[in-house]
């Protein structure tokens, strides 16, 4: 039975014109995106992630407005599944209290799940610079929103 494979990221900008990015290391393998996550049941796209943003950055946000959902076909990377990703602008409620790194993978410690966060100013994004289709369309949306 095809299975579907919701996600849901937040951008968040803060008062220096930068976005949060999150850099992991999780199934063997690398990957830069958005804050966020997948989708559990019985759970709305905005309560979702709410509950990403606090379990991935320990702060509370405010869902500010819709910016994207994926309107083309993506399989997922980890899976068979197909992915439907639902992006949100965001602003933290509560002051964000993170390691901010300034280099690509930088992470504090060992296991086979890791992270870590960077600033990076938008006019500095880079869609290569972003592991996955959808997460470099939207780098291609917010370049143009500029």
């Given amino acids: 039975m095809p299975k579907f494979n919701v996600r849901v990221y937040g951008l968040l900008i803060n008062e220096c ?19 966020g ?16 943003f606090v379990e991935e950055c320990q702060v509370e946000v405010e869902v500010l407005s819709h910016f994207y959902t994926t309107d083309f076909f ?6 068979n599944s197909q992915v439907i990703s ?3 602008k965001v602003k933290n409620l509560t002051p964000l209290n993170l390691v901010i790194k300034q280099k690509i993978f930088d992470f504090d410690g060992e296991g086979d799940v ?19 289709e959808t997460d ?11």
């Avoid at 993506?74 to 899976?79: E, Y």
């Avoid at 960077?118 to 610079?129: F, G, P, Q, Y």
């Fill in 37 to 52: 996550g997948g989708l559990e049941l019985g759970e709305g796209l905005t309560d979702g992630l709410k509950r990403e």
């Fill in 17 to 35: 014109n930068e976005v949060l990015i999150s850099d992991e290391q999780e199934y063997g393998m690398r990957f830069t995106k958005f804050p």
């Fill in 114 to 132: 890791l992270q870590a966060f960077r600033w990076v100013n938008l006019e500095d994004l880079k869609v290569e610079d972003f592991t996955f």
């Fill in 136 to 146: 470099q369309h939207v780098v291609k949306l917010l370049l143009k929103s500029l």
């Fill in 74 to 79: 993506v399989v997922s990377a980890f899976n």
């Fill in 86 to 88: 639902v992006y949100y």
